[in-house]
């Protein structure tokens, strides 16, 4: 079966530090992926989507940035954090259309 | 542009009774919406989901009901129980068919 992993589970950050957030995949093969943010009380914002090895949409102009080194891999950078950036960020796999989530990353930048 | 919203933000019911969650879409050409479940803290769970060459789609408690014609979408849950009180999502898969476009999410409160 697929599962998705998503690290760190929880993040606090000071404004202007470097981030790293990384997917992993299992159980599948050349998957869509993808990166969501949700603000607090709100829906979900696509951030960047994947359709192969080092292919990157990105939907929203912002300070964040998006890699897909492997097949089953996605990291989401920033070189420069933005209190802005807070909020609870999402990857998502898919095949078909139907998406499946992981577990989210809670980012809190003071 | 495309955009999925939803009428309530927040719908609060008693356990036993039938809910039901509503979402207008906007892009008639969409073929694809699924029904999202996120409990506080976690990710979004799939649902249910429906292609447009479908009105109705049932699973285990939830029905999904397409009616193209206005471009809604609802979500019902029969017999609603507490372990059902989230927040839902509908979604659309968008026109390029690479990405799903969610709504804003209701609220559904259900207490015993």
């Known amino acids: 079966s697929q599962t998705i992993h998503q690290w760190p589970a929880t993040l606090v950050q000071p404004v202007g530090s470097p981030l790293s957030l990384e997917c992993t995949v299992e159980g599948t093969s050349n998957p869509n992926l993808y990166w969501y943010r949700q603000a607090a009380g709100r829906g979900l914002q696509l951030l960047f989507y994947?359709?192969?090895?080092?292919?990157i949409s990105s939907e929203v102009p912002q300070n964040l940035s998006a890699s897909r080194p492997q097949d089953r891999q996605f990291i989401l950078s920033s070189k420069k954090l933005l209190l802005s950036d807070s909020g609870f960020y999402l990857c998502a796999w898919s095949v078909r259309g139907e998406q499946f989530f992981g577990p989210g990353t809670r980012l809190t930048v003071l | 542009g495309e955009s999925v919203g939803l009428h309530l933000p927040t719908l609060s019911v008693q356990e036993g009774d039938n809910s039901i969650i509503n979402c207008a879409y906007s892009n008639s050409a969409s073929d694809y919406f699924i029904w999202y479940k996120q409990e506080s803290g976690k990710g979004p769970q799939f649902i249910i989901d429906?292609?447009?060459?479908?009105d109705k789609r049932q699973g285990q408690r939830v029905t999904v009901l397409l009616n193209k014609t206005v471009k809604h979408l609802s979500l019902q849950i029969a017999a609603t129980q507490p372990g059902d009180s989230a927040v839902y999502f509908c979604a659309e898969l968008n026109q390029a068919g690479t990405a799903l476009i969610f709504g804003k999410g209701t609220t559904l409160s259900v207490s015993s």
């Open positions: 429906i292609r447009s060459n479908m």
């Open positions: 994947s359709v192969g090895i080092g292919q």
